[in-house]
């Protein structure tokens, strides 16, 4: 099941005061919020803390009774920018990271963050949950997942973009619908380009793969879904011997922004099948 949540500067309007040190930062965070010295880049850091930390939260209390204070979670990040999530006052070290697959995006003022337990995860049809969850289903799989989620605001992208980062079959679907419905067509170019940083956002890699290395496929539409809607990801030969793995993609626009999440169920590699 993947958990998510959405939140924006009027849920915490602290942020917006620049020399705010939130109380619900720990000691690591606050030293790491001391270094950011630009208005926007601390807005927006402080943003996607403040949603992880409440996602994590909600996802601790759901899952196991426990509701630990906000500045108990800690959101870090590993050495390739991908974020993780402990908690203190868990674990023999008595403080835990969690065995969940994280992630974050923000814009506008506007943050998105995801997560889903790294472990086995039931995999197959979905529906979404009246408390903001999504994929739910019938069959089980030895996998381990990797959950990317990204957040754009909607807006033209002219051709040498859709050049630069669009393979032929995307551009093709996009000038097509274009050439029917301008605003369709903007819209599935920032879907497009949003189901790309997410997938780049699960493999860990950001845009040091060439984004024409996947393809998003979407369903027509006129009008965006406003609820979680089912995309398909293909990746080239390469990337798939590389991240072996079932792809599953959800998206959903609401005016002014498109929410993607990619899903990589990463195969379990045992010991035995590496033996010649």
């Keep these: 099941m993947i958990h998510w949540l959405v939140q924006t500067l009027d849920d915490c309007p602290e942020i917006l005061r620049g020399d705010a040190t939130p109380s619900w ?9 001391a270094g950011l010295k630009v208005e926007k880049r601390r807005r927006d850091w402080l943003l996607g803390r403040w949603t992880a930390k409440n996602l994590v939260q909600r996802y601790l209390a759901q899952s196991t009774g ?65 408390s903001s969850q999504s994929p739910i289903s019938n069959l089980q799989s030895p996998l381990r997942s990797s959950l990317g989620c990204d957040l754009e605001l909607i807006e033209p992208r002219e051709g040498n973009f859709l050049d630069s980062f669009f393979t032929v079959e995307e551009m093709t679907a996009v000038r097509a619908l274009r050439e029917r419905n301008p ?7 920032t879907a497009i380009w949003s189901g790309k940083e997410a ?8 845009l040091r793969i060439d984004t024409r290395r996947m393809t998003c496929r979407f369903d027509a539409f006129d009008e965006p879904p406003q609820e979680w809607t089912p995309f398909t990801v293909a ?3 390469g990337l798939a011997l590389q991240f072996p793995g079932v792809w599953a993609g959800w998206w959903r626009a609401d005016g002014r922004y498109v929410y993607s999440m990619a899903l990589l169920e990463a195969e379990e590699v045992s010991s035995d099948s590496t033996r010649s």
Excluded: M, N
Aim: with cysteine.
């Design 25 to 33: 930062l720990g000691a690591a965070e606050r030293e790491r919020l």
């Design 66 to 130: 426990e509701t630990p204070p906000l500045d108990a979670i800690f959101i870090g990040a590993d050495d390739d920018g991908a974020p993780y999530a402990s908690c203190e006052g868990r674990g023999a070290r008595g403080e835990e990271r969690l065995p969940v697959s994280l992630s974050i995006s923000h814009s506008h003022g506007t943050a998105f963050c995801g997560l889903v337990e790294a472990r086995r995860l039931e995999i197959g049809d979905w529906r979404l949950g009246a």
């Design 183 to 189: 605003v369709a067509g903007d819209i599935l170019t």
């Design 199 to 206: 997938v780049l956002k699960a493999l860990r890699e950001g």
């Design 235 to 237: 990746v080239d030969d």
